[in-house]
C-alpha cells in the first residue's frame, strides 16, 4: 500500500455507499460539482455517462472509481485535499446518491507544505 498523499480520499460510510451504488449499477465515476444546480457536491454517475473534458483534471479513485473536476475549480482546490463521506439526506438530483436518504458530501483540509510538494513531483 502507498502512503504517497492522495488529492481525493474517501470515508468508509463514502466507501461502502459506493460499494452499493456499484452493486445496482455497475462500474462508477464522480465530478466534484461546480456549484450549479446541485450546488457544489460530488456527483456520482454511471462509468462513461458523465462526458469529461480535456480540460477537467482527474484527482484520482476511490475504490476504482475515478474522480474529476473542472480545471477552473481545481486551481482554487489544489491545495487542498478533498475527502468524501456520506450523510443523511437526498442526494444531488442527477447523482446516483439521489433517493437513497443518503447523499455524498465533500469535505476538505489544506495540505501541509510537505504534502503539496509531494504532489508537485
Not at 475549480?73 to 485535499?81: D, I, L, R
Request: net charge negative; hydrophobic share 35%.
Amino acid at each position: 500500500m502507498s502512503d504517497a498523499v492522495q488529492r481525493v480520499t474517501a470515508t468508509p460510510a463514502a466507501l461502502e455507499m459506493l460499494a452499493t451504488l456499484r452493486k445496482r449499477h455497475g462500474q462508477l465515476m464522480f465530478f466534484q460539482s461546480g456549484g450549479c444546480c446541485d450546488g457544489s457536491t460530488p456527483m456520482c454517475y454511471p462509468a462513461g455517462e458523465f462526458n469529461i473534458s480535456d480540460t477537467d483534471v482527474h484527482l484520482g479513485d476511490l475504490d476504482g472509481a475515478p474522480f474529476y473536476m473542472g480545471a477552473e475549480q481545481f486551481a482554487y482546490w489544489e491545495h487542498t485535499q478533498l475527502i468524501i463521506d456520506v450523510v443523511d439526506g437526498n442526494g444531488g438530483m442527477f447523482s446516483l446518491d439521489n433517493g437513497t436518504g443518503r447523499r455524498f458530501l465533500t469535505r476538505s483540509r489544506l495540505f501541509t507544505d510537505d504534502e503539496f510538494a509531494s504532489l508537485q513531483k
